[in-house]
């Protein structure tokens, strides 16, 4: 069987590393970013089952990127989960319309946590 593919855009690189080593001992193939412009490239290389996506980021907002990806036809149907430290009233309110599958706040989510959200998302979209 072929493993689910995840992109990771995530700018704290303890963070980044501590999500990308749980998600390859749970099966899945990862690929990472820590830039919105850098991780646009690498989804539309990779093209993942799913994008796990940080809101505050330098240089492009993960909000900014998530509407380039949207704005493209494979990109429009890709779920994404914001994993942000980004509370949901300070969320830019764009995240509405852009068809987010699920607002994880970090600090309230542990890896084990976020490896079953990835499997809920993808079941749902079955």
């Given at each position: 069987m072929t493993p689910v593919k995840v992109t990771i855009i995530e700018d704290e690189l303890s963070i980044l590393r501590m999500y990308k080593t749980k998600l390859e001992i749970e099966g899945f193939?990862?690929?990472t970013a820590s830039r919105g412009?850098?991780?646009l490239?690498?989804?539309r290389t990779h093209q993942p089952d799913i994008v796990l996506l940080d809101l505050r980021m330098p240089g492009m907002n993960?909000?900014?990127m998530l509407a380039k990806l949207r704005a493209e036809d494979w990109g429009a149907a890709v779920p994404v989960v914001i994993l942000t430290n980004v509370s949901r009233d300070e969320a830019p309110s764009s995240?509405?319309?852009l068809g987010v599958s699920r607002y994880i706040v970090k600090a309230h989510c542990t890896p084990k946590q976020l490896v079953e959200t990835i499997h809920l998302v993808l079941a749902s979209m079955r």
């Open positions: 193939s990862v690929s412009s850098e991780g490239k690498i989804i993960g909000d900014e995240l509405r319309f």
